[in-house]
């Protein structure tokens, strides 16, 4: 069965540093999104992208988020000089199509991000 | 504010026991909810999907239903197992253009043999 795989499970990176994360959406889906869930709280919305631009961001999404589609099928979030606060776990997921019954969200495994 | 709550924030049932886990929103306009099962570490992976028109969707032992007037929705979990020990979250998706899910603060359900 088809998944989305994130790279790496876990990263631990000093305040400061710039991190990459990286995820591999289902080969045919176009819609992807990054969201977050810092330990012990929801999972909260970071950015949307659809043909090859950002169709909505979080007030999270500030100017130290990047995200790319470098080729066909990587989807990565940069984030640019991580803060203790960006300590959390990220999760990357992809649709088919719009958001309808018949195209449902599949998310990652997750990559747990500890900003030291 | 588009919100999501749910209750009770934690649950203990014991194997074989039924449980009903609530969700309110304040999402508007209102497209589809959503229940996910998140185990921990691992990504939410959905149970079910509602949308404004319907009243109960059923998936094996999860039931969910939706009350859009009173815009609450619950998930009946029958006969629990070991394995249904997670967190439960409840998901709201806008009809405005937007493309993102809303979060429910989620139910931690421990099941217990």
């Avoid at chain 1, 995200?67 to 099928?73: F, T």
């Avoid at chain 2, 934690?10 to 074989?16: K, Q, R, T």
Wanted: aromatic share 12%; charged share 20%.
């Amino acid at each position: 069965e088809p998944e989305v795989t994130q790279t790496p499970s876990h990263q631990v990176t000093q305040m400061g540093q710039e991190v990459i994360l990286r995820c591999v959406p289902i080969s045919n889906h176009l819609y992807f999104y990054w969201y977050r869930q810092i330990l012990g709280q929801k999972v909260e919305f970071l950015v949307s992208f659809y043909n090859n631009e950002i169709s909505e961001k979080s007030e999270i999404f500030d100017d130290q988020f990047s995200v790319e589609r470098p080729d066909g099928s990587n989807f990565t979030l940069k984030i640019r000089s991580t803060k203790l606060e960006d300590s959390a776990m990220y999760f990357c997921a992809s649709r088919v199509g719009w958001d309808n019954l018949n195209t449902e969200a599949f998310f990652g495994q997750g990559t747990r991000l500890t900003v030291v | 504010k588009n919100q999501v709550e749910q209750s009770p924030q934690s649950l203990i049932i014991l194997e074989g026991k039924n449980c009903t886990l609530q969700c309110n929103y304040t999402v508007s306009p209102f497209s589809n909810l959503r229940w996910y099962k998140q185990d921990t570490g691992r990504g939410p992976v959905s149970l079910t999907i509602m949308t404004f028109s319907e009243n109960t969707k059923s998936n094996g032992r999860y039931t969910a239903t939706l009350d859009a007037d009173t815009k609450q929705s619950s998930l009946h979990i029958t006969a629990s197992q070991l394995s249904d020990s997670a967190s439960y979250i409840c998901v709201v998706s806008a009809s405005s253009g937007t493309y993102k899910y809303i979060f429910g603060t989620g139910t931690r359900l421990k099941v217990l043999a």
